[in-house]
């Protein structure tokens, strides 16, 4: 017996954190009946459907990296017909992108139906880094480069960097561009950092994920993920 959120994920319908959405909005049926209990547990013997969809646990694992442009969704679909990461990647099987992207922004993003490992690289408790490249208005001061390094409150809750350094100064142009590395996985939070200095962010681009990064890729272009990569993913839990 298993919980409910983690059948779901193991069957790479989805995330955990997603897959606890869908019980809560009433769309998990197990034996056709609707389920919206977060700690119900079933068996290989039940029948689970989500969305309409029947779920099996026999699916083969899929992972992808992906170099993601800019003006690309990161989702499963679009109601208004944009692309969409999972339209980039030529895989019949379903997966799903691990976190998010903006719309705007460009880099390193994992796809997968593999939902346990989806939950260990967003869960908040294992704080795996992302290192993010940020092209932003003005230049920072050696007094805004102290207070960053020192943590900004967003939200209510301070995030501390665990890497800053600047990479180029535009003062032409009134433009730097800083590196920046956080475990924090709220949306818009790297802008939002930036934000509560004063400074809007004209670029963004995630460079790395834990120890994977864009090496060898170009923009739209995505590769699959060695085993040796996978286990070592796993081993961040």
Do not use: W
């Not at 992972?63 to 690309?72: E, T």
């Not at 976190?99 to 939950?119: F, H, I, M």
């Not at 209510?156 to 665990?162: A, D, E, Q, S, T």
């Not at 995505?222 to 286990?231: A, D, M, Q």
């Amino acid at each position: 017996m298993e919980r409910l959120q983690k059948y779901i994920a193991n069957s790479g319908h989805c995330s955990r954190r997603k897959a606890e959405e869908l019980i809560a909005k009433g769309k998990v049926k197990v034996n056709n009946q609707v389920i919206k209990e977060m700690g119900f547990k079933v068996d290989g013997n039940d029948q689970v459907e989500v969305e309409g969809k029947q779920l099996t646990q026999n699916q083969v694992k899929k992972y992808y990296l992906l170099y993601k442009p800019q003006g690309v969704i990161t989702s499963v679909s679009d109601d208004k017909g944009r692309t969409t990461v999972v339209d980039l990647i030529n895989e019949n099987e379903r997966i799903y992108p691990v976190g998010r992207l903006d719309y705007d922004t460009s880099g390193l993003l994992l796809l997968t139906n593999d939902g346990e490992l989806a939950n260990i690289l967003m869960h908040p408790s294992y704080e795996v880094l992302k290192t993010y490249m940020a092209k932003i208005e003005g230049i920072l001061t050696g007094d805004e480069m102290i207070r960053l390094k020192k943590g900004i409150v967003i939200d209510g809750r301070k995030v501390v960097p665990n890497r800053v350094k600047m990479r180029k100064k535009n003062t032409k142009g009134n433009t730097c561009t800083i590196e920046i590395g956080i475990v924090e996985g709220r949306n818009h939070i790297v802008k939002n950092i930036f934000k509560e200095l004063g400074h809007e962010v004209i670029r963004l681009k995630r460079t790395s994920y834990a120890f994977l990064t864009l090496e060898g890729l170009g923009s739209g272009e995505y590769r699959t993920l060695s085993i040796k990569e996978v286990k070592k993913l796993y081993s961040l839990k």
